[in-house]
């Protein structure tokens, strides 16, 4: 119930700002922008049932055109992995600290006002790995590896210089965490998605006669 409680607070004060928004269509290309992110984890790798938690994370963002973007995040969430087929063979609980890389593409619904869709990877750092596995169950899995992490979003500019956003992206196709012979196509891995809002800032002061 508290997270249903955060996120209607959250789009409420994103949709405010959405309102309030100036005639003024700004263009931030060849500028760097950082921020902080925060919002809910759902961990889609446990069945039956799916586990939620907070995330949270920081952001490197640059435009190399008006609708194109990069960007580079560091951010911190729970994990974790229950045998698809056979549930007594153990579950994984874990958490990482992951780094996502993404290219961004922005269209524009109205004035400051954009959706986008994102595409990337993710390099995943596991800093929690708790195998509740039976004795004879492998479990030196690598606590390194790599995610595929695509997303929706939308994007308003408040200023030149300062944008809020929302973000829907999911991290799958992980390290593979299920001893199944080679005949198994989709990984059993730690399966992620992620709502996210933030603010991202530009802190570079423009002339006033540029």
Same mark, same amino acid.
């Given at each position: 119930?508290?997270?249903?409680?955060?996120?209607?607070?959250?789009?409420?004060?994103?949709?405010?700002?959405?309102?309030?928004?100036?005639?003024?269509?700004?263009?931030?290309?060849?500028?760097?922008?950082?921020?902080?992110?925060?919002?809910?984890?759902?961990?889609?790798?446990?069945?039956?049932?799916?586990?939620?938690?907070?995330?949270?994370?920081?952001?490197?963002?640059?435009?190399?055109?008006?609708?194109?973007?990069?960007?580079?995040?560091?951010?911190?969430?729970?994990?974790?992995?229950?045998?698809?087929?056979?549930?007594?063979?153990?579950?994984?609980?874990?958490?990482?600290?992951?780094?996502?890389?993404?290219?961004?593409?922005?269209?524009?619904?109205?004035?400051?006002?954009?959706?986008?869709?994102?595409?990337?990877?993710?390099?995943?750092?596991?800093?929690?790995?708790?195998?509740?596995?039976?004795?004879?169950?492998?479990?030196?899995? @690598?606590?390194?590896?790599?995610? %595929? =992490?695509? #997303? !929706?979003?939308? &994007?308003?500019? +408040?200023?030149?210089?300062?944008?809020?956003?929302?973000?829907?992206?999911?991290?799958?196709?992980?390290?593979?965490?299920?001893?199944?012979?080679?005949?198994?196509?989709?990984?059993? @891995?730690?399966?992620?998605?992620? %709502? =996210?809002? #933030? !603010?991202?800032? &530009?802190?570079? +002061?423009?002339?006033?006669?540029?």
């Amino acid at each position: 119930m508290k997270y249903k409680i955060l996120i209607f607070i959250l789009l409420l004060l994103f949709s405010s700002k959405i309102i309030s928004q100036t005639n003024e269509i700004i263009n931030p290309k060849g500028k760097w922008f950082f921020g902080a992110e925060i919002g809910l984890n759902a961990i889609t790798s446990v069945h039956p049932s799916r586990m939620t938690s907070l995330q949270a994370g920081f952001l490197a963002e640059y435009y190399f055109a008006k609708n194109w973007s990069i960007n580079g995040r560091i951010k911190y969430f729970e994990t974790g992995v229950v045998n698809k087929n056979d549930s007594s063979k153990g579950v994984f609980e874990g958490a990482v600290i992951a780094v996502p890389l993404n290219i961004i593409w922005k269209y524009r619904i109205v004035k400051n006002f954009s959706g986008n869709l994102k595409l990337g990877i993710t390099l995943n750092q596991e800093i929690k790995s708790n195998y509740y596995y039976p004795p004879n169950e492998k479990t030196d899995y @690598s606590k390194f590896y790599g995610s %595929f =992490n695509p #997303g !929706i979003g939308f &994007n308003y500019f +408040i200023s030149k210089n300062t944008a809020v956003y929302i973000s829907y992206e999911v991290y799958v196709f992980g390290n593979d965490r299920d001893e199944a012979d080679w005949l198994q196509i989709v990984p059993n @891995s730690p399966n992620n998605n992620l %709502f =996210n809002i #933030g !603010i991202k800032h &530009n802190f570079k +002061i423009e002339s006033e006669n540029k």
